[in-house]
């Protein structure tokens, strides 16, 4: 839907469809091309609107990433209630963010880039932590330590977005995986990890099939 309107806009939902065309173009285009032009010419409002939203570029892509990551972290959380056992919590966390790569081709490249490292952009800065805490804590949980634990985290959300790439960059789908099948493979994946690492033998993990 497009925000359009004779005279004064409604502020609070023009923004939103600012933050919306955002996430588009960074998922099209990247974040080294994005253009705080192209999402005005997108959403269809002079290139000024923006500005009366947000003070820069850097604070329009500050907003959308905030967004993907509190969006990732709303998904995780929802997967993870629906399982009770800790280490298919965990193993459903880590589909989740193969999933929204796959979903929305964005993901901690653009989540956690240091681009966006301003302390002044509290808001993202809290999402990343949440986001974070969101997995690490789960893997404490089947962990012995935390340095374990930070060491698994690493592990996992590598594969989480391996998997997604390859689906993305076209190796799965030649191979005739579709995005579920992905998903799936990344889950069970990530199982095997998180069971070796409960033993206290991560060796035994055998690496991913990519």
């Known amino acids: 839907m497009i925000y359009r309107m004779p005279g004064n806009y409604h502020h609070r939902d023009l923004r939103a469809e600012l933050v919306r065309v955002a996430l588009e173009l ?37 907003t959308a990433v905030t967004t993907a990551a509190e969006r990732l972290r709303g998904l995780v959380e929802s997967a993870a209630a629906a399982e009770t056992d800790p280490v298919e919590q965990l193993a459903v966390t880590v589909a989740m963010h193969t999933r929204f790569l796959i979903d929305t081709r964005i993901g901690t490249q653009v989540i956690f880039t240091a681009d966006l490292g301003d302390p002044k952009y509290t808001e993202l800065h809290e ?5 974070i805490d969101a997995v690490l804590t789960r893997c404490s949980a089947v962990t012995a330590d935390m340095a374990t ?30 995005a579920e099948q992905v998903v799936a493979k990344s889950r069970r994946a990530a199982r095997i990890v998180i069971e070796a690492y409960r033993r206290g033998d991560p060796s035994t993990a055998p690496a991913p099939s990519w």
């Open 26 to 62: 960074i998922a099209e285009s990247g974040m080294s091309a994005f253009s705080v032009a192209e999402v005005a010419r997108r959403a269809k409002v002079s290139t000024a609107a923006p500005y009366r939203h947000f003070p820069d570029r850097t604070a329009l892509l500050a």
């Open 149 to 178: 634990a930070l060491e698994l985290l690493e592990q996992l959300n590598t594969q989480a977005f391996g998997y997604g790439e390859f689906f993305l960059n076209g190796v799965y789908q030649r191979t005739g995986y579709p």
């Open 127 to 131: 999402a990343r932590r949440a986001l």
